[in-house]
């Protein structure tokens, strides 16, 4: 993916569960990411890996896919998601906390406890067919990461993942979306294949992957709003051109 090259429709989740109190809007319900997931059939989208997304990308042929992430790890994935995408025939990459497998969110402050996956849960998806990446080891900011705390975030969590899964981990996502240059050239020097982010910067492409987050009050107009911005964004080449020059066009 390079500056010239247009980024496809990514859309981020986190938790698929019904929580009543959660002021960072981590949860869906079960009912509204069916709803979500009959949004996409309903207008010929196909939701896939990022990694099937990534190689379609590199054909040219990612027309009516979406990427489907989600991040933390939570074990309501295996309970929850997955049987609903496999009704609708769709794949997914879920970004792992190699650090934290089998135990739960204490990052978060606010917001109900979650369980996230364990080691044999992880094993089980890859098994499926759906992608696991890395999200680190243990959910930290890696902006604030000094040098050996960036490289054990980045490589040891992809060393853990593929010791488990016994395959290749070819993406990784920056905890809360955070990421600079420094960042950027950990996961790269990591060996990770792409790394996604959440908000476009100047560092937009393979390796900071922008994504669109989607929440429980997305309805299908807003999904069809969303997917309109990020098609004018950075779903075209003039697009990722802005973001590379700082909102300057290059003449």
């Not at 980024?7 to 981590?26: G, K, R, T």
């Not at 970004?95 to 992880?122: Q, S």
């Not at 098994?127 to 990446?133: M, N, V």
Request: charged residues 25%.
């Amino acid at each position: 993916m390079t500056a010239s090259t247009a980024i496809p429709l990514v859309f981020m989740y986190h938790s698929i569960a019904n929580d009543d109190e959660d002021p960072c809007q981590v949860s869906m319900t079960p009912q509204r990411f069916e709803r979500q997931m009959r949004w996409m059939r309903a207008r010929g989208l196909r939701g896939v890996s990022m990694a099937e997304l990534l190689d379609a990308g590199a054909e040219g042929r990612t027309r009516r896919m979406v990427g489907l992430t989600f991040d933390d790890g939570y074990q309501d994935f295996v309970t929850t998601a997955m049987p609903v995408l496999a009704r609708y025939g769709f794949n997914a990459t879920a970004f792992v906390l190699a650090g934290r497998l089998g135990g739960e969110n204490a990052w978060r402050r606010a917001g109900p406890r979650k369980a996230l996956l364990t080691a044999a849960e992880v094993g089980e998806i890859a098994r499926s067919g759906i992608e696991i990446a890395s999200h680190g080891l243990e959910h930290v900011s890696l902006l604030d990461a000094d040098d050996a705390r960036l490289r054990d975030e980045a490589v040891r969590s992809r060393a853990i993942l593929q010791d488990l899964v016994g395959q290749p981990i070819r993406g990784f996502a920056y905890p809360y979306g955070d990421s600079d240059a420094r960042v950027v050239a950990a996961a790269q020097s990591a060996g990770y294949d792409y790394a996604c982010a959440v908000r476009p910067w100047k560092g937009i492409g393979r390796h900071a992957i922008p994504r669109t987050s989607v929440f429980e009050h997305d309805s299908s107009w807003r999904l069809d709003a969303k997917r309109m911005v990020s098609a004018l964004t950075v779903g075209n080449r003039l697009g990722v051109r802005r973001y590379r020059d700082g909102g300057r066009c290059a003449s």
